[in-house]
């Protein structure tokens, strides 16, 4: 029997084309594969069985008469529950005050279904996508956390109840728990997925995120959500040769682990003995500044989406959340402002130093996942990408002493998916991570 | 005798290059022309006639060897006295604790340089660019307003002293004084030109404004200027049909004075007569919002800019500027990102109208150049164009009764230039104002 709870998207696909498998057994799969862990994982809100069934047999049907509906015909998806999903409610992680019936899906979902995926159900999420922790454990150590705020999606896709999941990244929400979890998680660059239907944390911040267990995966996720890409294409073109990667220290040197610096050292000298050509860069002069910059743009952009929201229901929010809806209630627009200034400044001066590496390589998160539930992590190792909505991804690098997963992070400038996948794709086939959480 | 003080730049250039007119004798015609009526219309703050007749002669003898630097050729400029150009100061209207030496040009008055274009000197500007009048008065009749916030640039073109000057445009500072002034006002998609080197008064908002005597002229400063467009294009191609023109009656019905919105409909009727289709348009929901909104984000760039130089200075600021700079430092940034959201809002929400018509057609402002010096005039027509980012143009259409200038705003979507200037050409055919201030 096919293990189809383990097969990446593309095998699934192919599978399905050729009519070796089918919608209705690929869901089956996941169902059951979710009966078995989730006790223990809790990564999903709501799991729409009936729904992914009828949806699968309505492709099976299709698939019979040759129809295949696009690049995901048949394969099942999480949707982190701040997506809109015509039929499920959408709770945003605050179920009392926040749920929403949507008359319609979310963009991304919406191109997704184009697309031929079947919706599993909604995973969960922190609450209004920020820190407080959700429920969820993480799957390679049920004591420590799997990252947050895209805490299900990651969870759900690392512990093989499904081959995809969608998250979103405000700060860290995206590749953080992909690497707490050992999976590929990717973001593009700021506003090339819609965010429209999805509960916003920060506007200026929001980028849908993708989590899958390959790098090919990722780039078709991509390439059926990006809404300038014709479907197929972004796909991370090979490289005609290894990798230029730069390594900007001073992003991290101060904040990461000397364990997580000795791994990321380890897998550069790794890289450069496979050909790659891997060098520290210097970070620009607003990187001094930026973290400070992009946390004003966080609470202005929150506290004005929450405030009337907030004026109702201010003691029903959880601590992270309220304090910071509460610090951007009090900021003044010139600091904004002035913060907005320094993103600008930061992208500018990022683009000489993007245009001589083909990526930029560091690590994604200070350490392993921390163990218990008070923190979902730090994310201020992601938060460069974020705040200059440059496209990144998180690519599983090994298990450190703790059996928990190792990440590295690439990241390239604004609009450059196509070499970033491709240089992502070369790096994956050097790291050859294959482990799995042992659930 | 040539009387090269009245030729447009496309004319001044041709005799140029074919060696009818040298570039001094463009200067000197300039400089006479100065002489005459600028102790009436007071349009310059510095004029450099010793850097402008030693730049027309290396630029002549450049000629003589078959050498022509660029479109610009020896064409004589003006430059409102925010931008930087190397070797004068830039007071920014607020000589007394603002000015500053430069030691590099603006990159406007670096492309224009390169170009060919003579710098003949600083014209007026309002305090920082906003609204607090300037000693400049209208040629047409120096007891009224030329507008501003770019007096100096409007009133020096109108009344014959340069061929073309550059302005800026935050909310109506470059059409409005265009039209009082009975000439040509464009300003470009927001961010096409570089702002750089030019005293800031809302960067969200401010754009480069271009003032001439004709849409072809226009065209061509916009192809020297503009980052993205390679010299020389740009131009706006040649309509292949009369316009279809939109008249978004909505943004101005409320405003415009009666005889301003009798001469709009005139225009319009004879457009239509000509062949073109003109019809009422609709404006977006966030139209009746945008304006509070625009004001919002001014006064946030505003203060930003101006925090620390206003708390040295505050008493040296002039009334209006004061009270946008006191009303930004008390803005909180929930409301600055509120006002953002509707201006993004108001920009998608236009895009359907735009891809309808070819330009929106109104008036620029509610009236013809008021009488007296206590304001600049109302620049809310103009206001919709700078909020949205979007191009726009002034189109002289006729005198008043009062023997003022009258005028017709023309609109496009982003990115739009090439269309709008299309448009603009064949409307500027057809309305074929030939009118001189008196002076």
Known sequence: MIPLDTLTISELARGIRSGVVS???????????????????????HVDAAGALGAAKALDADARRGVFRGLLHGIPVGLK????????????????????????DSDAMARLRAAGAVLIGKTTTTEFAYADSTVTRNPWNLEHTPGGSSSGSAAAVAARMIPFALGSQTIGSTLRPAAYCGIVGLKATHGLISADGVTPLAWSLDHVGIFTRSVDDAAIVLSVLAGSMPAGSGGGTPLARPPRLGIPRALFAGTAGRDVQAHLDAVAAMFSGAGAIVEDVAAPPSAAVLHDAGQVVLRGDAAAYHAAQFAAHADGYRPKIRGLVEAGLKTPAVDYVNAQRIRSQFKREMQPIFAQWDALLMPVAPTTAPRGFETTGDPSLCAPWSYGGFPSIS???????????LAVQLGAGAGAEDRLLGVARWCEGRLAFAGAPPL
Chains 1, 2 share one sequence.
């Open 395 to 405: 690519l599983p690098s090994g298990l450190a002493g703790d059996r928990l997963p």
């Open 23 to 45: 919608a209705v057994a690929a869901v089956e799969a996941c169902l059951a594969r979710i009966d078995g862990v989730e006790p223990a994982v809790r990564a999903w809100v």
């Open 81 to 104: 529950d701040i997506f809109d999903a015509t039929g499920m409610t959408t709770t945003s992680g605050a179920p009392s005050f926040a749920h929403r019936h949507p008359g319609a």
